[in-house]
Each structure stands twice: as structure tokens, then as C-alpha cells.
């Protein structure tokens, strides 16, 4: 089992924020009762242990693992692998089962996959001020059911409807509900725990959940395709009913599991405020004074300050802080873009190869893609275990995570060079010629950015960002995603490529521009920061040498003030 401080994703990170935060101050000794005592006294036990080295008899508090996590975690695994197994065999239940186009089948599930990229926001907006996580969970669930129906039905004859209507309904449905359950469950499970009594488990929870959540996507990559091959059904050799049907039966085992769980999640308390709606406001504010004054009138340093008065002045620095560090995103969209693309045109460069693996194993062309998250949980160890020490001991020092982010785009665009390579291959011998093995060194080097960009660029702004801004980078992250997706879709539209390899060499292009202007960006970045260290150094001296002169200054005076007696 890999350590929560080894992977992570843009799932858990917000939800570790929210749960590790610090516990309230203790309460005035009125307001303690009977119940509490107890619990004060442990607290009181410590900090004296801490600070004196003092301990008392009092046997410490055992607090047992939540058996609402474990209904959480199922919840997700079945939920994880309804949700990827769509993206596994659509664009070729589009194509092959619906006779659409591949650009057409390309355009829907990368809208399919923005949905469910940008809706995460608007379900923790949800759940944090108005209804919870629970409540936010169980209404999403009944559209994304009502959506599996409606699929379903698009893989039954004669059903007597619009199949494009139908298939773009429900693909939204399902979207919809993905995406705006996901942050609610990771929260959901984190809150479960009581912190810092169960830290540790905390973090092994959180280890735990992306185990179980790549997990799903492994197991969506394989058996889907396995279940439409190996059945019959209304005259096709591939039946697509058989794998809508079981995937809906997965989703339902999640919303089943998750309902049984509702006996044992703990109470919820609704948010005051929610972060996100108030970030918005300060920048909306911010930008209606900033039009309203005249060029005569005096203009704070930067633009943002205008909100200062509405909002508190600590608040709009913060919202400043997390400007500057989502400036460094604004590249990165076609990072994502070229990421979502093993599930389109990946696939269907797979389903024009040879699929057979040592003359004997035959696979089907979607299920090549689960090259990815098997190679992932590969490199993962190796990196941590292998290559980071080795780095450690020839540079003396790991790798910075903006360098990581550079590194990683750099691969990413090499995925999609070896990407166009092959695509050229393949168009100059027969078809089914070329082995499906050629595909490992593109999913390689697409895994090895995700690990060097992905993980580490998100790391790199949760912790860089303010206390109360985590979330605010985190929704950021997810928005990166979802436009890294409409990225694909507007491209396609234009159809302006002879053919795919072209296609290919151009999104590799794209990614050394972007890579180039985040390297850019992240220099600039980091001498703003070197520079306002430097300054907050110089007023840390000053202030020192503030207090040492204040701490001579009554000396001085009462001499004074002695000697002007004295003349008088």
C-alpha cells in the first residue's frame, strides 16, 4: 500500500485540508460539562507531556476505525468503475453499434468528460452550504439513475425515440450526477474520522480511497470490453445491452451501499459561508469598482485591493495569492487535453492494430487503454523508492515540483510524437498488421507526466495556497480538466487534419508551447516569491531592531526625564 504523502489526487486533497484542520480552542471552564470533562483533562495530559515532559494516569482514548468509511470506500470502488466503464466503450459503441462518426463519437465523450470535470464544483458548493454531503450525494443519484435508464434503452430495438436525442440526454444525466458526487464522497469519508486523535488513519483512509479508486478505473478498462465480447444479443456479435447492463448494476450496488451507510455517517454542520461564491464575489467586486472610477482617481497597487472595505484586507490577500498561483495553470489545459485522449483516438488507433499478444492472448482494442493506470501503479514505487534517491544522491536535493510539472509536459508531448510515429506506421501496412505492443512506449510516457505533472503541479499549488483558499485551487484544478476536454472537442469539430498522425503532431506541438509558457511563468513566479521572502526578511529585521531599541528607550528616558529635574 502506497503512503498518503506518495500519491494523491484532486479527490482527497481538499477533503485532507478540511479534516486536518485545527481543532477549536478549548472552551472557558463554565462552559465545560460533566461529559466533556474527560476529554479536556486527555487534551490538558498532553500539552503538560508536550511541554514539561509530565504525564498523568489517565489511560490514553482508543477510538475505534469509522464503519462509515468502509461503506464510503465501496460506494466509490463500484460507483468509480459504473462511471470510467462508459468512457472505456463509447466512442466505439458510437461508431461501431450506432453507426456514428469518429469525430462525432470523439466530440460526445469528451463533453461527456467535461461535465463531469466541471460539475465536482457546483456539488461541493452544494454540500458544504446548503444541504451536505449525504443529502447533496442522494439527489445527484437519482439524476444519474434516471440517466442509466435512458442508456440502456438506447441498446434496446425498436425503441422508437431519437437515438442522438436519447444517447446525448443520457450521457448528460450520468455526467451530471459523476461529477458532482465526486468531491462529496471523499469528504464524506474524511469527516467520518475524529482529528488529531486519528491522523494516522486519516491518512492511510486517504491512501486507501485512491487505491480503491484506480483501482475501479483498472478494472473499467478490462471488463466491459471482456463482457461485450464474450456475449450474443439481438443478432450482434457485440452486446452492448450486457455491458450497459452491468455497469448500471455496478452503479446500483453503489447507490445501494451507500444508502445502508446513511445509519452510520456521522452528522453533518452546513458551512456559514461558502469559499468558492465569496472568491468570486471579492474578484466581481473587485472589477465593478476597478470600471467605475475615473483615471483621475487615485488606484490601489494591484487591481484586486479595490475589494478592500466590502472584504477584509487579510481575505483579498489571500484571494491575491491564489490569483497568482492559477496564473501558472492557464497553460496546462492541453496537458489534460492530450490525457483524455487514450479513451477517443487512442482507442481507435488501437482497434487498427493486432490486437493479439504472444500469438495466444487476444484483447480488445479498448482494453489496451488499461496500459495506463497499470503502468502508473508501476512507476509510482519506482520513483519513490528508486529513481528519487537516486536523484537525491547525484544532485543533492529531489526534484522541485515546477521542474517535475516541466519534465512531465515534456513527456506527455513525446507520448503524442510516438503517437503520430505509430499512426504513420500503421497507414503504410495492412490493417490489423502492426502489433498493439507498439502502443506501451506512448502509454509510458503518458503515464510518466501524469506522475510528474499531474500529482506534483497539484501538490504544489494545495500547498502553496492560502489556509482558506485550498479548496479554491483545488476547483481550479478540476475547471483545468474540464476545458483540457472542450480543448479536444473544438479541434475535432474543426477537422482541419489529412489524417490522424497530423492530428497527433500538432497536439505534441501545442504541449511544448504550453510547457514553454508554464516554464516561463513559473520563473516569474518564483522570483516574485525569492523577492517578497526577501522583503518579509527585511521587515522581520527591522521589527527586531524595533523592539531592541524600545526595550533600551525607558533607560534613556527616566535619564532624561531625571536631568530636566535636576535644572529646574
Given at each position: 500500500m502506497?503512503?498518503?504523502?506518495?500519491?494523491a489526487s484532486?479527490?482527497?486533497?481538499?477533503?485532507?485540508?478540511?479534516?486536518?484542520?485545527?481543532?477549536?480552542?478549548?472552551?472557558?471552564?463554565d462552559d465545560?460539562?460533566?461529559?466533556?470533562?474527560?476529554?479536556y483533562?486527555?487534551?490538558?495530559?498532553?500539552?503538560?507531556?508536550?511541554?514539561?515532559?509530565?504525564t498523568?494516569?489517565?489511560?490514553?482514548?482508543?477510538?475505534k476505525?469509522p464503519?462509515?468509511v468502509?461503506?464510503?470506500?465501496?460506494t466509490k470502488f463500484?460507483?468509480?468503475?459504473?462511471?470510467?466503464?462508459?468512457?472505456?466503450?463509447?466512442?466505439?459503441?458510437?461508431?461501431?453499434?450506432?453507426y456514428?462518426?469518429?469525430?462525432?463519437?470523439?466530440?460526445?465523450?469528451?463533453?461527456?468528460?467535461?461535465?463531469?470535470?466541471?460539475?465536482?464544483?457546483?456539488?461541493?458548493?452544494?454540500?458544504?452550504?446548503?444541504?451536505?454531503?449525504?443529502?447533496?450525494?442522494?439527489?445527484?443519484?437519482?439524476?444519474?439513475?434516471?440517466g442509466?435508464?435512458?442508456?440502456?434503452?438506447?441498446?434496446?430495438?425498436?425503441?422508437?425515440?431519437?437515438?442522438?436525442v436519447?444517447?446525448?440526454?443520457?450521457?448528460?444525466?450520468?455526467?451530471?450526477g459523476?461529477g458532482?458526487?465526486?468531491?462529496?464522497?471523499?469528504?464524506?469519508?474524511?469527516?467520518?474520522f475524529?482529528?488529531?486523535?486519528?491522523?494516522?488513519?486519516?491518512?492511510?483512509?486517504?491512501?486507501?480511497?485512491y487505491?480503491?479508486y484506480?483501482?475501479g478505473?483498472?478494472?473499467?478498462?478490462?471488463?466491459?470490453p471482456?463482457?461485450?465480447?464474450?456475449?450474443?444479443?439481438?443478432?450482434?456479435?457485440?452486446?452492448?445491452?450486457a455491458?450497459?447492463?452491468?455497469?448500471?448494476?455496478?452503479?446500483?450496488?453503489?447507490?445501494?451501499?451507500?444508502?445502508?451507510?446513511?445509519?452510520?455517517?456521522?452528522?453533518?454542520?452546513?458551512?456559514?459561508e461558502?469559499?468558492?461564491?465569496?472568491?468570486?464575489?471579492?474578484?466581481?467586486?473587485?472589477?465593478?469598482?476597478?470600471?467605475?472610477?475615473?483615471?483621475?482617481?487615485e488606484?490601489?497597487?494591484?487591481?484586486?485591493?479595490?475589494?478592500?472595505?466590502?472584504?477584509?484586507?487579510?481575505?483579498?490577500?489571500?484571494?491575491?495569492?491564489?490569483?497568482?498561483?492559477?496564473?501558472?495553470?492557464?497553460?496546462?489545459?492541453?496537458y489534460?487535453?492530450?490525457?483524455?485522449q487514450?479513451?477517443?483516438?487512442?482507442?481507435?488507433?488501437a482497434?487498427?492494430?493486432n490486437?493479439?499478444?504472444l500469438?495466444?492472448?487476444?484483447?480488445?482494442?479498448d482494453?489496451?487503454k488499461a496500459?495506463?493506470?497499470?503502468?502508473?501503479?508501476?512507476?509510482?514505487?519506482?520513483?519513490?523508492?528508486?529513481?528519487?534517491?537516486?536523484i537525491?544522491?547525484?544532485?543533492?536535493?529531489?526534484?522541485?515540483?515546477?521542474h517535475?510539472?516541466?519534465?512531465?509536459?515534456?513527456?506527455?508531448?513525446l507520448?503524442?510524437?510516438?503517437?503520430?510515429?505509430?499512426?504513420?506506421?500503421?497507414y503504410n501496412h495492412?490493417y490489423?498488421?502492426?502489433?498493439?505492443?507498439?502502443?506501451?512506449?506512448?502509454?509510458?510516457?503518458?503515464?510518466?507526466g501524469e506522475?510528474?505533472l499531474?500529482?506534483?503541479?497539484l501538490k504544489?499549488?494545495?500547498?502553496?495556497?492560502p489556509?482558506?483558499?485550498?479548496?479554491?485551487?483545488?476547483?481550479?484544478?478540476?475547471?483545468?480538466n474540464a476545458?483540457?476536454?472542450l480543448i479536444v472537442?473544438?479541434?475535432?469539430?474543426?477537422?482541419?487534419?489529412a489524417?490522424?498522425?497530423?492530428?497527433?503532431?500538432?497536439?505534441?506541438?501545442?504541449?511544448?508551447?504550453?510547457?514553454?509558457i508554464?516554464?516561463?511563468?513559473?520563473?516569474d513566479?518564483?522570483?516574485?516569491?525569492?523577492?517578497?521572502?526577501?522583503?518579509?526578511n527585511?521587515n522581520?529585521?527591522?521589527?527586531?531592531?524595533?523592539l531592541m531599541?524600545?526595550?533600551?528607550?525607558?533607560?534613556?528616558?527616566?535619564?532624561?526625564s531625571?536631568?530636566?529635574r535636576?535644572?529646574?
Open positions: 502506497f503512503r498518503a504523502s506518495q500519491i484532486e479527490e482527497t486533497l481538499p477533503a485532507l485540508f478540511d479534516a486536518t484542520r485545527s481543532p477549536q480552542p478549548l472552551r472557558s471552564t465545560i460539562t460533566q461529559a466533556d470533562a474527560g476529554t483533562l486527555r487534551k490538558y495530559e498532553r500539552r503538560l507531556s508536550l511541554k514539561y515532559g509530565l498523568t494516569s489517565l489511560p490514553p482514548i482508543k477510538y476505525y464503519l462509515a468502509v461503506f464510503v470506500l465501496l463500484f460507483e468509480a468503475f459504473a462511471a470510467n466503464g462508459i468512457r472505456t466503450v463509447l466512442v466505439l459503441y458510437l461508431r461501431d453499434d450506432l456514428f462518426s469518429e469525430n462525432f463519437a470523439t466530440i460526445m465523450l469528451h463533453i461527456f468528460n467535461f461535465f463531469g470535470q466541471f460539475c465536482p464544483i457546483f456539488g461541493a458548493i452544494l454540500a458544504d452550504s446548503y444541504f451536505g454531503n449525504v443529502r447533496t450525494i442522494s439527489y445527484f443519484c437519482m439524476l444519474y439513475a434516471i442509466w435508464v435512458m442508456l440502456i434503452l438506447t441498446v434496446l430495438p425498436n425503441i422508437g425515440s431519437s437515438l442522438i436519447l444517447v446525448s440526454v443520457s450521457l448528460l444525466f450520468i455526467a451530471i459523476n458532482s458526487i465526486r468531491a462529496c464522497i471523499t469528504s464524506l469519508g474524511a469527516q467520518q475524529k482529528v488529531p486523535e486519528q491522523a494516522s488513519r486519516l491518512a492511510e483512509y486517504f491512501s486507501l480511497y487505491f480503491v484506480y483501482f478505473i483498472l478494472l473499467s478498462k478490462i471488463l466491459p471482456f463482457v461485450r465480447a464474450k456475449t450474443q444479443c439481438f443478432g450482434k456479435t457485440d452486446c452492448y445491452s455491458v450497459f447492463g452491468t455497469l448500471g448494476l455496478s452503479f446500483a450496488a453503489s447507490w445501494v451501499i451507500f444508502a445502508i451507510g446513511r445509519f452510520f455517517y456521522k452528522s453533518e454542520k452546513l458551512s456559514e461558502n469559499i468558492l461564491i465569496k472568491f468570486y464575489g471579492c474578484i466581481k467586486h473587485a472589477l465593478v469598482v476597478k470600471w467605475s472610477r475615473t483615471r483621475k482617481d488606484q490601489p497597487a494591484y487591481w484586486l485591493h479595490n475589494a478592500v472595505g466590502k472584504y477584509d484586507e487579510a481575505f483579498v490577500n489571500d484571494v491575491c495569492k491564489v490569483l497568482k498561483i492559477t496564473k501558472l495553470f492557464l497553460p496546462l489545459p492541453i489534460f487535453a492530450l490525457l483524455a487514450q479513451d477517443s483516438s487512442w482507442t481507435f488507433q482497434s487498427m492494430m490486437t493479439t499478444v500469438n495466444t492472448i487476444t484483447i480488445q482494442p482494453q489496451a496500459m495506463g493506470p497499470i503502468l502508473l501503479f508501476i512507476l509510482i514505487p519506482l520513483w519513490q523508492y528508486i529513481f528519487t534517491p537516486i537525491r544522491r547525484l544532485f543533492g536535493r529531489e526534484l522541485k515540483p515546477l517535475s510539472v516541466t519534465i512531465g509536459g515534456v513527456s506527455s508531448a507520448a503524442f510524437i510516438c503517437a503520430g510515429v505509430l499512426q504513420e506506421y500503421i495492412p490489423r498488421y502492426v502489433s498493439i505492443v507498439w502502443q506501451v512506449p506512448q502509454f509510458l510516457l503518458l503515464m510518466l506522475l510528474l499531474s500529482i506534483p503541479g504544489f499549488a494545495f500547498t502553496q495556497a489556509a482558506s483558499m485550498k479548496s479554491v485551487v483545488t476547483a481550479a484544478w478540476f475547471i483545468n476545458f483540457g476536454n472537442v473544438f479541434i475535432t469539430k474543426l477537422d482541419i487534419f489524417s490522424q498522425s497530423y492530428e497527433y503532431f500538432f497536439y505534441a506541438v501545442l504541449m511544448i508551447v504550453s510547457i514553454i508554464f516554464a516561463v511563468l513559473s520563473y513566479y518564483v522570483l516574485h516569491q525569492q523577492a517578497g521572502d526577501l522583503l518579509a527585511i522581520l529585521l527591522q521589527s527586531r531592531r524595533h531599541e524600545d526595550d533600551d528607550e525607558p533607560t534613556t528616558s527616566a535619564g532624561s531625571s536631568s530636566r535636576i535644572s529646574i
